[in-house]
């Protein structure tokens, strides 16, 4: 009997041993074919990868700051991104732990932690106020932005936003991947290859009832994520989020930027009845655009619309005032 367990065992570590080296060899070919495209910005506990488009042109009005959601990058917000780039000044932001950005503790995972480190990166790289676009868990960073530092925000465009908490958690896996020593473990041996195999199949759900768009996976360096240490920073932030969202939310009907609110009526991810409703009724500036048969994606779903939508935000910033004769 002692026997088999310690072959057993034995077995056990060697497979757990392949899967960690293929787990390495495969975040390198990852990171080979999914480079930064940016630069690093230091700030007070992390480095946030920074991509910039557009002319700089201050007449244009203030910037637009663009935040992707959980179990992503900056590469997801890009196609919507270079759209509005063609009139104004764009700043892509990889989230801390996410895509490219770095952040020195995986604890550091709420929208108030995450919003000071974004603001500070914005001032290092000279942008005091901007327009923030944000999509799905960014919503949420993205009000808090603008309760915590209310002169730095012109307007929020929020795609399919988090805002309010939610009935049930964050998934079985996020809280196994979250818990210490297992988690970590199974980052670094099992999640990469069964990410392969299952990354299609997790991206078109999101997009339902939409199809997914040709090579989004590729297109939107999806497969960055399954680095272990992005991978359980997901974790923490979508395990964190939902506290983040009850003790903020009583403070939103302080914002008095004004907000626009585009979701879909089909979305499976983030319900629009649960979030984007009551955000609407709340939110002092606030409207709301419910899409007839969209899911979670409506900046891919409707990219003119949300486009119109920004332009429209960023329009009502740079109007000269009239003055009665």
Known sequence: MLTAIIVLAAVGLALASVLAL????????????????????????????????GPRDDAAGPP????????????AMQPLGERIARTRRVILIDR??????????????TPAVQGRMIVEALTKIGVDRAIVVAHS??????????????KRVAGLVLLAPVAYPW?????RYNDVISTPLIGPLLAHTITLPLG?????????????????????????????????????????????????VVEQAPRYAEIKAPVSIISGDVDKTVT??????????????????????????VQYAAPDLVTSEIEAMAGRMTRPMVTAP
């Open 22 to 53: 293929a787990t390495q060899i495969g975040v390198a070919l990852i990171q080979r074919a999914f480079p930064p495209q940016g630069r690093m910005v230091d700030v007070a506990g992390a480095q946030p990868h920074v991509v910039e488009l």
């Open 64 to 75: 637009v700051v663009m935040l992707h959601g959980a179990s992503s990058n900056l590469r």
């Open 96 to 109: 801390p732990g996410h895509g490219w950005s770095t952040r020195e503790h995986v604890a550091d995972s």
């Open 137 to 150: 868990w960014a919503g949420a960073l993205a009000l808090r932005i603008a309760l915590d530092h209310p």
């Open 167 to 171: 009935r049930g958690g964050a998934g």
């Open 196 to 244: 392969l195999l299952v990354a299609n199949l997790g991206a078109s759900g999101v997009f339902a009832p939409q199809p997914m768009p040709d090579d989004f996976v590729r297109d939107s360096a999806t497969l960055l994520l399954l680095r272990p240490r992005e991978f359980i920073a997901n974790a923490r932030d979508l395990v964190t989020l939902k506290a983040a």
């Open 272 to 297: 629009t009845g649960i979030h984007s409703r009551l955000l609407a009724a709340t939110v002092p500036q606030a409207k709301l655009i419910v899409l007839p048969d969209v899911g979670h994606m």
